[in-house]
């Protein structure tokens, strides 16, 4: 425990989040680095999806996004899994109570930050979790989109891991093209490019 403390006003309690955060890249994936094949960390990801939000905003389904909003959302909204840790995509089970785990982290994690602060905080990690703006949509295309592409560029380590296959790859992830068409379409053609190439298994056969 340090013995350094903050202050108690506004940029105290800022200082003490951005402090609370840092964990973030104590938090693992399951999907894994191209290069070094380690689990990749959560903040790692937010860094990565939040260049992906700039990089590919012109294949966004709506032209005139709010790229700030759309940012905002992805670097804050993994914050949560401080808390609440990585819930696995393909984990049923864990997904069952992710909502209510990661709401109680978020009032906890937001709730350190000025009040004013942690509200907007919170209104942009809930606009996310809704998904009722084109913002929020584009916001979890390029979030769905990272994982598969570190899959495919790592012969699908964390699919052959846990044994999943092409048809629960695109059920978890087609909600790309609710924020971008061209997206999910490159991703389709990649997908059963995998196929073929063995890293990723086709559905069993019944």
């Known amino acids: 425990m340090s013995a350094i403390t903050f202050g108690n006003d ?9 402090v609370e955060v840092d964990k973030l890249k104590e938090v693992f994936r399951q999907s894994r680095l191209t290069q070094s094949r380690r689990h990749e960390n959560d903040a790692e990801h937010s860094w990565h999806l939040a260049l992906a ?25 993994d914050l949560v899994e401080i808390d609440a840790g990585d819930t696995f995509a393909y984990d049923e089970a864990g997904m069952a109570d992710q909502h209510e785990r990661e709401a109680r982290a978020a009032d906890r994690i937001f709730g350190m930050l000025p009040p004013d602060q942690g509200a907007e905080f919170r209104a942009a990690w809930d606009e996310f979790e809704a998904q009722a703006t084109v913002e929020a949509k584009f916001a979890l295309a390029c979030d769905r989109f990272q994982p598969m592409l570190l899959n495919l560029m790592t012969d699908g380590a964390s699919w052959r891991e846990h044994g999943i296959t092409h048809d629960r790859v695109v059920a978890r992830n087609n909600c790309v093209a609710h924020g971008s068409s061209a997206l999910w379409d490159r991703m389709t053609d990649m997908l059963d490019q995998a196929v073929a190439a063995g890293i990723v298994a086709p559905p069993p056969t019944s």
């Open 10 to 18: 506004a940029l105290g309690r800022q200082i003490a989040f951005l």
């Open 53 to 77: 939000v700039i990089l590919l905003a012109e294949h966004a389904n709506e032209p005139n996004l709010d790229i700030l909003r759309v940012l905002r959302m992805v670097i804050l909204h």
